[in-house]
Structures are given as structure tokens and as C-alpha cells.
């Protein structure tokens, strides 16, 4: 089972910037795909970005392209989230998830989450 741990959320006024990093610990050598979720108050759960964890190519929502990139360090196990031009519409819950076999962007198809750090752009 693949233990995640998210970090560097916070408070941002609208127009700044934050890096998200997700931490992965045990299981961890069939992952095929990591990527990032959010969720707001009262909506669903979206994909914001993804990552080959072996080739690196990457996936970005309409919302996200442009703005936000996602990054991998493999030695290090980690993946970032680095947000610019944050909006007060950015703001939510950010989840790290990880998912094995072909990529998809639904979150029902990752199998393994971390607890979500929040993020809350001010305007």
C-alpha cells in the first residue's frame, strides 16, 4: 500500500504562487501515474494534473494549462505541484494520488491518496 504525504499548502493572495510536494513511501515501484486532484466545499473532486512517473509526460486540466506544473524527482520519490497566477477559483483542497496501468484522469481510477492540503487564494 502506497503511503502519500502532501505538503506546502496555504493562504495566497490571487495572483501569487505555491508548490505543492507529495511525498511517496512503500509500494511504490508499480506506479505508472501520479497526479494531482482538488476539491472545493460542495463539488467534486477534479484532476488538476498528472505525470508519467517513468516517461514524465505530463497532463494538464483546461484550468490548470498555463498555470500550474507538474514535476517529478524520482530519486527523491516526490512530485510537486507548482502553481502560478493563483485565482480565488483555485481554491480548495489539493490531493496527491497515485494509480497503476493506463493513464485516466477520473479520480475513481486512482487507487491511493493522501489527506489533501488546503489551499485558499485570496482575492
Known amino acids: 500500500q502506497v503511503q502519500l504525504v502532501e505538503s506546502g499548502g496555504g493562504l495566497v493572495q490571487a495572483g501569487g504562487s505555491l508548490t505543492l510536494s507529495c511525498a511517496a513511501a512503500?509500494?511504490?515501484?508499480?506506479?505508472?501515474?501520479r497526479a494531482w486532484f482538488r476539491q472545493a466545499p460542495g463539488k467534486e473532486r477534479d484532476f488538476v494534473a498528472g505525470?508519467?512517473?517513468?516517461?514524465?509526460?505530463?497532463y494538464v486540466s483546461d484550468s490548470a494549462k498555463g498555470r500550474f506544473t507538474i514535476s517529478r524527482d524520482n530519486a527523491k520519490n516526490t512530485v510537486a505541484l507548482q502553481m502560478n497566477s493563483l485565482k480565488p477559483e483555485d481554491t480548495a483542497v489539493y490531493y496527491c494520488?497515485?494509480?497503476?496501468?493506463?493513464?485516466?484522469?477520473?479520480?475513481?481510477?486512482?487507487?491511493?491518496w493522501g489527506q489533501g492540503t488546503q489551499v485558499t487564494v485570496s482575492s
Open positions: 494520488a497515485t494509480k497503476y496501468g493506463i493513464w485516466s484522469r477520473w479520480a475513481k481510477d486512482f487507487g491511493s
Open positions: 505525470i508519467s512517473w517513468s516517461g514524465g509526460g505530463t
Open positions: 512503500g509500494g511504490t515501484f508499480s506506479i505508472t501515474y
